[in-house]
């Protein structure tokens, strides 16, 4: 027995029997499973979109390194703007602002970039590499309808045209494949594709080449006094941050004198740039290694010294009074310059001095250094130019119980805890201020001893920097610059010619050309190729052409 299905048949109208719509079909998805999701988020993470967000992410990430002072550049400015904003500096430091290319954040997005572009990148290349090798795809049937067609008649044979033909394309660097059907494929561009992998190359590469200078390498920050020495090792410097492959007892070995710091600043300009540095040179004496000849080098913000691989820039520079501080008993207990840290732009500068030798009280001072002293009626003390036109040293200074010799161990070297300490008074019984000229010496009240400002040198603040990748990284960067230029200027180009003879013997050529993406120069290609192989109609009759 068969059973067949009917139509629904027509009523006596000759209208046809309407019928209920049906639920629609229940669609029942497959579950993903473990393996499913993994690959769909591999795959997510793989794509050319992504890696972009990433990059781009990347770049956002950096924008804190940029704008707020890093731990690993400037510790001395870190810690000023986190006593100058106590609210939400403690905030940022502990999300990593102040060290941000260290941070668990940065680098989960770089590690993810990396990622991201090896799994993007590889595959495109390897399927580049294929299409290479590949000859260019056979002639369509229907070339009119493709763009920049054109069907010409020409005075030559078949054999001739297609001679023609395929030489006219080598000589404008097409990849040519002849086929049986008196036709011609050509392509070329392939270098615009070559050029877009070479960039995501160049960019894991640089990728990589960053990351091994962050183990390989390493950076410290020094403050160097005219006429005093640095040697690369790590006891000398004020800050030290190294990758975790690096040996810290075997540094390069060189060492250097600051000869001379010359800063001169800009007295005759109005506005903003009036007091802008614009000299900043400084003059060392270096020697490469310790039994090598010394050797004069000046050093510029742009010019830095290089030794055995190792740079050493100038970041900064500032004042160092120099002072003598008599104890108690009349003996010196401290002599020496000590670097004042700028806190304006007219170089009002702090710093803290600590005698812990001094007898029979400890002493310690902070205070301020003015290059050219003025008294504001509202804002007090205050510096008006950056040079040293009339420098004045103002202090306060503290004093340890007697016999007490831990009140100066807490704090750093530019801070100072004064819970041990005791704040010195006047004689009127006023917190005493010292206001000190240089050559000047000031007594300190209750036999406490005195101070001397000797005279004044500057410093320069170096940032030595050892970084082994930085060539690779600049080849890096030059191959992504190149590979980029030419994806964006390089057209990728199919060109395709069929000869074959018409009813009346006459040999008629069609050529098309089609482009990956737009490109409005196909129909002027199509036609430089066609006057390049000589295809011209006689005497200007019997073209067509469809653009």
Known sequence: MSTTSEKPRPDPSGAAEAQPPGPPPEVTLPPLGAVGALRWAWRQLTSMRTALLLL????????PGSVLPQRRIDPARVGQYLSEHPRYGGLLDRLGFFDVYSSIWFSAIYLLLFVSLVGCVLPRSRAHLKA????????????????????VVVDLTVPEALDGAVRALRSSRYRVARHDDLSISAE????????????????????VAVAAGSLLGYSGQVL??????????????????????????????????????????????????????REFDADLTVRDTPGAAPRKVTIHPNEPLDSGGVRVFIVGNGYAPVLTVRDGKGQVAFSGPVPFLPAGGNYKSLGVVKVP???????????????????????????????????????????????????????????????????????????????????????????????????????AALDVRYDPSKLWVLGFALVALAGVTASLFVRRRRVWFRVSADDDGRTVVEAAALARGDDPRLPDEVRSLLATAGMTPPGGRGAESEE
């Not at 781009?56 to 924008?63: D, I």
């Not at 290479?132 to 049937?141: C, G, V």
């Open 357 to 459: 030798y001094a007898a029979p009280r400890q002493l310690a001072f902070t205070g301020f250094f003015l290059p050219t002293y003025a008294l504001d009626p509202q804002a007090g003390p205050v510096s008006l130019f950056p040079d040293a036109l009339m420098p004045r040293l103002a202090l306060t200074a503290f004093v340890a119980q007697p016999g007490q010799r831990d009140a100066l161990s807490s704090g750093g070297v530019y801070s100072l805890d004064v819970s041990r300490l005791q704040q010195l008074k006047g004689p009127d019984g006023d917190t005493l201020r010292l206001l000190v000229q240089p050559g000047a010496t000031v007594t300190l009240p209750d036999g406490a001893g005195s101070v001397t400002f000797e005279g004044l040198r500057r410093y």
């Open 56 to 63: 781009l992410l990347l770049a956002v990430a950096a924008v």
């Open 224 to 277: 160097v006094v005219e006429g005093g020495s640095f040697s690369n090792a790590l006891p000398y410097y004020d800050s030290f941050t190294a990758g975790p492959s690096v040996d810290r007892g075997t540094l390069a070995p060189f060492g250097l004198t600051l000869d001379r710091l010359r800063v001169r600043f800009d007295a005759t300009a109005t506005g903003s740039q009036f007091g802008a540095p």
């Open 132 to 151: 290479l090798r590949a000859a260019p795809p056979r002639t369509p049937r229907r070339l009119e309808r493709l763009p920049g067609h054109a069907r």
């Open 188 to 207: 070329r561009g392939y270098l615009a594709e070559t050029g877009n992998l070479a960039f995501h190359l160049a960019l894991l590469g640089l990728l």
